[in-house]
C-alpha cells in the first residue's frame, strides 16, 4: 500500500481541510506514512499550503527544493500543493517546481485522489482550480487527528473586504451550511465519542446571511447545547461587526458553550481600522469586551492584532497598546503587517520602515507578556475541570505531569494521578502555580471522570497500534493536540478575521 503524509500550514481551516484530505488519501487506498518517517519517503506528500503571510511562499518553494533530489531518486514518488497559496498562484507552482504532479484549490480538494492518478497515468502534472465550490467539505470523509474533539465546519468564504486579506479572494464568498446538517454532524460526532467540537467558520458569526437569518448564529449555539453528551462548544473567529447580544446571551446561558472568545482586534486606531476597511471603531470593540465580561466573568479573550499596517502612525499604536491594557486578553497573536500582492494594501502609501515595524512589535509582546502573566496570575486557588489532552506535556519531559485544557482554553499541567486517565477524560484540579502561557496544578487531582470521549480515545489507540492498522500520526508542522486550540503567540491563526 502507498504511504502519504499532509503538510498544513496556517489557520484552523487548512487544519480542518487536511482532515478531509487525509480522510479523501485513505478511503482511496492509501496509509498514513508512520511517525518518525524520513522526509521525502513517503509516497504521496501534500503541501497544504497558507497565502497570509509574506514569507509563505519562500516557505513553499524551500520545502519543494529538498524534495526535489528525493524524488528524482524515486521516480514513483508523488507531490501535491494545495489550500491558498495553490489557489492564488496556479500555474506559478509547477513553472517554478516542474517536479511536482499535482495543483489544487481551496475549493476542489476531493479531487485530490483523482487527480494524483492521472498525473501517474498521463506522467504529466495536473493543475486543477475551481473556481466556486464544488461541494461542501463536510461530504468527504475525515481522518480526525482526535478520537474526542472535532472541528465542524459551518461556513466557508467570506464576505468582506479587508484591504490587508487575500483570503476572500481565494476562499469565496460565504456560503452557509443549514443548520439541520451542522447538528446532525456535531450528533454523529458525539456517537462516536467526540465531547467537545469547535464549529469554524472564517467569520463564524456571520453565519447566517446567507440565509436571511441574523440570529442564526445564537440559535446553533442553544442547539448545541441541546445535544446530549456533548460537554465543550467554542467557536472561531468572529468578526466584531457581526456580534451581537443574542450570541452573548447564548454563549452565558448555554452551559455548554465554553467561557472563551477570540475576537479579532486588528488595531486599536479609529484611523488604521477605516483603512483596514474593518466595519467597527476603537469604543464599539470595548464595548463588546464588557458586555462578556458582564455576562461572563470568567471568560478568556484572546485576539488577534497587526502592527505597522501601512500609514500606522505612533499615536495610532498608541491606540492599540490603549485597547490591549482595557481589554486584558489572556493571549494575543500578534503579527508584523506583511504585504501581499493583489491586496489594496500592499499598494498603500506610507509603509512602515521594517525596524519600526519591529520596534512596537516588541513593545507589544511585552506589554501582553505581562497582562497574560497577571490575567494567569488571578487563576491561582480556583479549581477547575480539565479535558486531559493529549501530546500538550511539559517541554522539560516532566513525566510525572499530564496536561490538559480548562473551559476556558488555558493550557494546566497537573499532577499524574495514581489513577489511569485518558485523553478525554476529565480531571479536577487546584490551580498553584502561573506562568505567562500555562498553569500548574501540582497538588493531588482532586477527581477523575471517566468519559465516553476517553474510551473513544482508548479504542482509537488500541486499533492505530495494532499491527495490521495503519499507524497514528500528527499533521506534519502541527503540534499532536487533543483538543483544538489556539495556535502559540506570534505564530497564531492566519490573522484575517
Not at 165 to 179: F, H, N, Q, S, T
Amino acid at each position: 500500500m502507498k504511504t502519504y503524509e499532509v503538510r498544513t500550514y496556517g489557520c484552523q481551516m487548512n487544519v480542518h481541510d487536511s482532515e478531509r484530505l487525509s480522510g479523501l488519501l485513505e478511503d482511496a487506498g492509501y496509509v498514513r506514512a508512520p511517525e518518525g518517517t524520513g522526509e521525502g519517503d513517503a509516497d504521496v506528500v501534500v503541501f497544504n499550503t497558507c497565502a497570509v503571510r509574506e514569507n509563505a511562499d519562500n516557505r513553499l518553494y524551500g520545502n519543494l527544493g529538498r524534495l526535489a533530489p528525493m524524488k528524482a531518486r524515486r521516480p514513483g514518488m508523488q507531490i501535491a500543493v494545495g489550500g491558498c497559496l495553490a489557489q492564488k498562484d496556479r500555474d506559478t507552482i509547477v513553472k517554478r517546481a516542474p517536479w511536482v504532479d499535482v495543483v489544487f484549490g481551496t475549493h476542489n480538494i476531493g479531487k485530490l485522489p483523482v487527480l494524483l492518478e492521472r498525473a501517474r497515468v498521463q506522467e504529466e502534472a495536473q493543475v486543477e482550480i475551481a473556481e466556486s465550490l464544488e461541494a461542501f467539505p463536510s461530504t468527504l470523509p475525515t481522518r480526525r487527528e482526535s478520537a474526542y474533539a472535532a472541528w465542524v465546519s459551518i461556513s466557508v468564504g467570506c464576505n468582506n473586504t479587508c484591504t490587508f486579506c487575500i483570503v476572500p479572494a481565494l476562499r469565496g464568498k460565504e456560503k452557509d451550511r443549514r443548520p439541520g446538517e451542522i447538528l446532525a454532524e456535531i450528533e454523529a460526532l458525539v456517537a462516536e465519542g467526540v465531547s467537545e467540537i469547535t464549529l469554524l467558520g472564517q467569520n463564524v458569526n456571520a453565519y447566517g446571511s446567507d440565509m436571511g437569518d441574523r440570529e442564526a448564529f445564537s440559535k446553533l449555539l442553544r442547539a448545541c447545547g441541546a445535544i446530549e453528551g456533548l460537554e465543550r462548544v467554542r467557536f472561531t473567529s468572529p468578526h466584531p461587526r457581526d456580534f451581537t447580544d443574542d450570541v452573548i446571551a447564548a454563549m452565558a446561558e448555554t452551559p455548554n458553550v465554553m467561557p472563551q472568545l477570540h475576537m479579532p482586534l486588528q488595531s486599536g486606531s479609529d484611523t488604521v481600522l477605516k483603512a483596514m476597511r474593518r466595519s467597527y471603531r476603537q469604543e464599539r470593540y470595548l464595548g463588546i469586551i464588557e458586555k462578556v465580561r458582564a455576562a461572563i466573568p470568567h471568560a478568556a479573550l484572546t485576539t488577534d492584532i497587526i502592527v505597522g499596517f501601512p500609514g500606522e502612525t505612533e499615536e495610532d499604536f498608541e491606540q492599540t497598546l490603549h485597547v490591549v491594557r482595557e481589554a486584558r486578553f489572556s493571549q494575543a497573536f500578534t503579527f508584523q503587517y506583511s504585504k501581499r500582492p493583489g491586496t489594496p494594501a500592499a499598494e498603500m502609501a506610507g509603509q512602515i520602515p521594517k525596524e519600526v515595524v519591529q520596534a512596537r512589535y516588541e513593545r507589544l509582546v511585552a506589554l501582553q507578556e505581562e497582562i497574560s502573566w497577571s490575567e494567569n496570575k488571578k487563576q491561582v486557588g480556583r479549581t477547575l475541570d480539565l479535558m486531559v489532552a493529549e501530546g500538550e506535556g511539559r517541554k522539560d519531559g516532566a513525566t510525572h505531569r499530564l496536561s490538559g485544557r480548562a473551559p476556558d482554553s488555558r493550557l494546566v499541567h497537573f499532577t499524574k494521578p495514581d489513577e489511569p486517565v485518558r485523553p478525554g477524560d476529565v480531571v479536577t484540579v487546584e490551580i498553584t502555580y502561573a506562568a505567562p502561557h500555562h498553569l500548574l496544578a501540582e497538588g493531588e487531582v482532586l477527581g477523575v471522570r471517566r468519559t465516553r470521549a476517553g474510551d473513544a480515545w482508548e479504542k482509537r489507540n488500541a486499533k492505530d497500534t495494532a499491527p495490521a492498522a495503519a499507524p497514528a500520526g500528527v499533521l506534519l508542522g502541527l503540534p499532536k493536540v487533543g483538543v483544538p486550540a489556539p495556535l502559540p503567540a506570534a505564530s497564531g491563526g492566519c490573522g484575517c478575521d
